[in-house]
């Protein structure tokens, strides 16, 4: 029997379990195994994902976030602000830091428990992609800010069921073999927005999505001419701010900015 001890982190209401393993406290693969188990809101502790603090030769650390499948994430921005945090906050970087993942290095700056990101640059920015579903026929647009998301606009955000819906388009042809995202939005006075995503690999809608967020934010410049900063209004209730360079449909220098907190410390036993 282990004990793990970790850290449950929220930011915008998405949670995570956070572990120091510079040390390999929990070896390779088996990584998968456990962020099975330990985010299980049944018989575990319950989160959204695990994230997993490792060595690295590029950067301060190595950030990996594995999802409650056990499936491993590229990037994913809330993670992403809860790492910077818990990294400062244990004195493994400055304010001032950069970390590894899948997607490349990531520049962050912890001000409080406000944390602006430099997120990679959108690539395959695609308009009006037509998704046949159930008979019914829904425009989308695709972006990749890390990880793969399909956006669509919708009026009357709450009324969407967006697990049913969110799922039929995540496993959608047009995106196979891996998948993507799905955020719904809808379009706010005052250069803002609301976002509801449905999460793969969490397989459900979350409270919030990073890098949805940031998805729907250079969507919404690309097609409503939104101007930096985007304000988005997630689910959980929580502002995040979406800042970018533009130039035609090429997106630099992005940057999400919001809260992040820990909520409690803990030790798992892990057999």
């Given at each position: 029997?282990?004990?793990?001890?970790?850290?449950?982190?929220?930011?915008?209401?998405?949670?995570?379990?956070?572990?120091?393993?510079?040390?390999?406290?929990?070896?390779?693969?088996?990584?998968?195994?456990?962020?099975?188990?330990?985010?299980?809101?049944?018989?575990?502790?319950?989160?959204?994902?695990?994230?997993?603090?490792?060595?690295?030769?590029?950067?301060?650390?190595?950030?990996r976030?594995?999802?409650?499948?056990?499936?491993?994430?590229e990037?994913?921005?809330?993670?992403?602000?809860?790492?910077?945090?818990?990294?400062?906050?244990?004195?493994?970087?400055?304010?001032?830091?950069?970390?590894?993942?899948?997607?490349?290095?990531?520049?962050?700056?912890?001000?409080?428990?406000?944390?602006?990101?430099?997120?990679?640059?959108?690539?395959?920015?695609?308009?009006?992609?037509?998704?046949?579903?159930?008979?019914?026929?829904?425009?989308?647009?695709?972006?990749?800010?890390?990880?793969?998301?399909?956006?669509?606009?919708?009026?009357?955000?709450?009324?969407?069921?967006?697990?049913?819906?969110?799922?039929e388009?995540?496993?959608?042809?047009?995106?196979?073999?891996?998948g993507?995202?799905?955020d719904?939005?809808?379009?706010?006075?005052?250069?803002?927005?609301?976002?509801?995503?449905?999460?793969?690999?969490?397989?459900?809608?979350?409270?919030?999505?990073?890098?949805?967020?940031?998805?729907?934010?250079?969507i919404?410049?690309?097609?409503?001419?939104?101007?930096?900063?985007?304000?988005?209004?997630?689910?959980?209730?929580?502002?995040?701010?979406?800042?970018?360079?533009?130039?035609?449909?090429?997106?630099?220098?992005?940057?999400?900015?919001?809260?992040?907190?820990?909520?409690?410390?803990?030790?798992?036993?892990?057999?």
């Open positions: 029997m282990t004990h793990i001890e970790f850290v449950k982190m929220v930011a915008s209401g998405n949670d995570f379990i956070v572990i120091d393993n510079r040390r390999e406290i929990i070896h390779g693969l088996k990584l998968h195994a456990f962020a099975r188990e330990i985010c299980d809101r049944n018989y575990g502790v319950g989160a959204d994902g695990l994230i997993a603090i490792e060595p690295s030769k590029k950067a301060d650390f190595r950030m976030i594995i999802n409650p499948d056990g499936s491993e994430a990037m994913c921005g809330n993670g992403a602000r809860c790492i910077a945090l818990f990294a400062k906050e244990k004195k493994i970087a400055g304010k001032k830091m950069n970390f590894e993942t899948l997607s490349g290095i990531i520049e962050a700056e912890v001000c409080d428990d406000i944390v602006k990101l430099k997120m990679p640059d959108p690539t395959d920015l695609r308009r009006e992609v037509r998704l046949l579903i159930e008979n019914e026929d829904y425009m989308a647009h695709f972006v990749n800010t890390g990880v793969p998301h399909t956006i669509i606009y919708v009026e009357d955000l709450d009324s969407w069921d967006v697990k049913r819906l969110g799922r388009i995540r496993h959608h042809k047009t995106f196979a073999p891996k993507t995202n799905v719904f939005v809808e379009v706010q006075k005052g250069n803002s927005i609301r976002v509801r995503t449905y999460e793969r690999g969490v397989e459900d809608e979350t409270l919030a999505c990073g890098t949805g967020v940031v998805a729907s934010g250079i919404s410049a690309a097609m409503k001419d939104f101007k930096s900063p985007v304000v988005c209004l997630t689910k959980g209730g929580d502002k995040l701010k979406i800042y970018f360079k533009k130039n035609g449909d090429n997106f630099t220098d992005v940057y999400l900015e919001g809260g992040a907190r820990e909520v409690f410390l803990g030790r798992y036993l892990y057999k």
